[in-house]
């Protein structure tokens, strides 16, 4: 009885929205109740978790939150969508809290920070401490998918990596905040490529990198030699760019289902209900932590992610898997002449970071090895320390979904980020008359 109680209401829904529940014949009620039960597809269909289809402010608003939505103009024209988290639904908005830039790693978006939920997101932890927390967006990304002039059915739209993102998005980002808020300073943490971002930025554009009161990198990515992705099989063909665009796409990363299945099988070792882990390039390409990984967040993520990048993105990574070294972009030696005067493409100068930066990384992490890392953090000149995970097998994608997250991770950073909380506050100023300049395109608030 109880059965048919609750599949009363659901078997006339998905008679209207499913053609081939409509267009059957069944003996009797049962039968239906029956035939819903045990398709899969209805089930799914029937029984979707909603935040598997919200878009990041939807999805804040649900947890409790307000959120806006902010586009930003880079200067070479690709339009950024920014998330911010000002506060929690019915309690007055404070105008003075300090800012704090979440940004995301590889074939990812700013849903990252917030997929676990209140309480267990870091975005909501940060919320909750009072900061105002901005969520950023990279070009190519779900969010970050336009250009003043370009399509993204246009090559040229795609023709970036994380050196551009570097210099051109984070840049952006930071002096929209501070000009918005009209703050001298924020704080920043990046996961994954949003580390990797930072430091092209800090490098080679000091005068926003001064914006910045200090860095926290979660899984840094800068060397990448010593990495155990499954992306270093592909590294040895970074030149060959006919068989990298046949299998792997000219333009977005989108890479063909038996590449992603031959590439899981060199770091997937999954049971069936798992299959769907194994058939999405970030977890095929970052690893996956069967005991810090909650399963009933799978189908949200799976919803969210890959959230796209560029081809040549994935090509840069690989460069530095041949090389060992963190440089711009390699376009060969005569191309390389045409844009840096140089037969080989100019390495990035960590030494003249002066960011205050610190890392938090694993042992089993994938993408930044420990040995990668110290080399890093040996080449950084202004330290708040490294920070290493007490979990053997905490991985990549662990510092954003890990169950044990918030006590192995983010109560050490978060104690870190405490020093420089008020120090922000206390350097922010109220400019009269002042100019929101010209990369700020527009704003949306989501009450």
């Known amino acids: 009885m109880l059965q048919l109680i609750l599949l009363l209401p659901l078997a006339n829904y998905v008679r209207c929205e499913l053609p081939d529940i409509a267009s059957r014949s069944f003996n009797n009620n049962n039968d239906m109740y029956d035939y819903i039960a045990n398709n899969e597809t209805v089930a799914e269909f029937a029984f979707r978790d909603p935040d598997v289809d919200l878009p990041t402010p939807d999805l804040i608003r649900r947890a409790g939150y307000y959120a806006e939505a902010h586009v930003v103009q880079t200067a070479d024209g690709y339009l950024l969508t920014l998330h911010r988290i000002p506060g929690s639904l019915g309690s007055p908005v404070e105008t003075n809290k300090p800012s704090v830039i979440l940004q995301h790693g590889l074939l990812a978006s700013s849903a990252d920070w917030v997929i676990p939920g209140k309480g267990k997101g870091l975005a909501y932890i940060l919320s909750d401490l009072g900061y105002d927390v901005w969520l950023g967006n990279a070009r190519g990304n779900t969010y970050s998918r336009a250009h003043t002039n370009l399509s993204v059915s246009d090559s ?61 990198s979660l899984a840094p990515v800068a060397y990448v030699n010593h990495l155990k ?40 070792d999954v049971n069936v209900s798992e299959e769907k882990i194994c058939a999405n390039s970030l977890f095929v390409l970052c690893g996956f932590d069967k005991e810090q990984f909650n399963d009933t967040l799978l189908p949200t993520i799976l919803g969210h992610t890959p959230a796209g990048a560029s081809t040549k993105t994935l090509i840069h ?9 963190f440089r711009q972009y390699d376009y ?44 890093l953090y040996q080449a950084l000149p202004v330290k708040l320390g490294k920070y290493r995970v007490n979990f053997p097998k905490f991985n990549h994608l662990d510092f954003l979904w890990g169950v044990d997250a918030p006590k192995l991770v983010y109560e050490k950073l978060l104690s870190l980020m405490k020093k420089y909380k008020q120090e922000v506050k206390k350097r922010r100023f109220y400019a009269r008359n002042h100019s929101f300049g010209a990369n700020i395109a527009n704003h949306t608030s989501y009450p």
């Open 317 to 325: 990574y690989a460069q530095g898997i041949n090389t060992g070294q």
């Open 332 to 375: 060969g030696e005569k191309k390389n002449l045409e844009i840096y005067h140089n037969a080989t493409p100019p390495e990035y100068d960590l030494s003249k970071i002066q960011v205050p930066v610190a890392l938090h990384y694993s042992d089993n992490d994938w993408l930044a090895s420990v040995t990668d890392v110290d080399r």
């Open 156 to 216: 040229k739209f795609w023709n970036f990596t994380w050196h551009e993102m570097g210099v051109y998005d984070i840049p952006a980002i930071i002096e929209y905040i501070t000009s918005y808020k009209k703050e001298r300073s924020l704080l920043y943490v990046g996961h994954s490529m949003g580390t990797t971002m930072f430091y092209v930025m800090a490098s080679q554009r000091p005068d926003v990198a001064n914006k910045v009161r200090a860095m926290f």
């Open 229 to 268: 992705s499954p992306i270093r099989i592909v590294a040895p063909f970074a030149r060959d760019i006919e068989l990298i665009v046949h299998f792997f796409g000219a333009d977005e990363f989108l890479p063909q289902g038996f590449i992603l299945r031959f590439l899981a099988k060199y770091g997937c």
